[in-house]
């Protein structure tokens, strides 16, 4: 049964930093395609960042310049590195294979003005 993890979530200062994590179980990540959405209450989940299997990134218009992608398949683990923080930024963050129903938990982000 493949499985994905977050963890990294948190409560942050606006201008801060946090990493998110994304960990995988039965399954090879480095096979796919893996992104990271996020969703606030009452509304759609929002792509946030994606990254190929060769290493391709493509980030949602929000995030570009802000947060950074990246991917250590020797630890088949995607991360989300994010920079200056901002309170439209507080959401639950989830990970997923691309194309896929297979989806984390969820991952809380909060930042504070």
């Known amino acids: 049964q493949v499985q994905l993890v977050e963890s990294g979530g948190g409560l942050v200062q606006a201008g801060g930093s946090l990493r998110l994590s994304c960990a995988a179980s039965?399954?090879?990540?480095?096979?796919?395609?893996m992104g990271w959405y996020r969703q606030t209450p009452g509304k759609q989940r929002d792509l946030v960042a994606t990254?190929?299997?060769?290493?391709?990134?493509n980030y949602g218009d929000s995030v570009k310049g802000r947060f950074t992608i990246s991917r250590d398949n020797a630890k088949n683990t995607v991360y989300l590195q994010m920079n200056s923080l901002k309170p439209e930024d507080t959401a639950v963050y989830y990970c997923?294979?691309?194309?896929?129903?297979?989806w984390g938990q969820g991952t809380q982000v909060t930042v504070s003005s």
């Open positions: 997923n294979i691309v194309g896929t129903s297979v």
């Open positions: 039965g399954t090879l990540l480095s096979f796919y395609t």
């Open positions: 990254i190929t299997s060769g290493g391709s990134t």
